[in-house]
């Protein structure tokens, strides 16, 4: 009786200081799940907007690819008749659409990354 009373006493010592550590390490795990959250709404936030930005730019790239390839069939005096004076200009003004679309898929990898990041945290988060 004696042994099991040290040992309960034992334990519950053990419990004590383990639930003390515990106390003491929440607020650092606080600001770890806070960050997770504001991570999380920016994802959303992002998502909708990269998903606005992909459906505007949707007839604009092929448009800008198939121009592109007009203008560098054509002569300068063809493209004139046409009313289009200045090639280059046009042709930069077409590769702004390109750069936006390539800035996009850069935009939507940087996220998926966090995206992963992020469920890996919460799922191991969730295990504790």
């Known amino acids: 009786m004696e042994k099991y009373l040290t040992l309960h006493k034992t334990l519950a010592e ?7 550590k515990i106390g003491q390490s929440i607020p650092n795990q606080w600001r770890s799940i806070q960050t997770i959250h504001e991570k999380i709404e920016l994802i959303e936030i992002a998502q909708v907007e990269i998903e606005k930005a992909r459906e505007l730019l949707a ?17 300068k005096e063809q493209l004139e008749a046409l009313d289009i004076r200045d090639r280059t200009n046009t042709i930069f003004t077409v590769k702004k659409v390109l750069t936006m679309n390539f800035f996009l898929q850069n935009l939507e990898r940087e996220f998926q990354e966090m995206q992963v990041e992020t469920n890996a945290f919460t799922e191991k988060f969730t295990i504790l």
Do not use: D, S
């Open 59 to 75: 007839n604009m790239l092929e448009q800008a690819n198939r121009l592109i390839h007009f203008l560098n069939a054509h002569t």
């Open 14 to 20: 053990i419990k004590t200081i383990l639930w003390t």
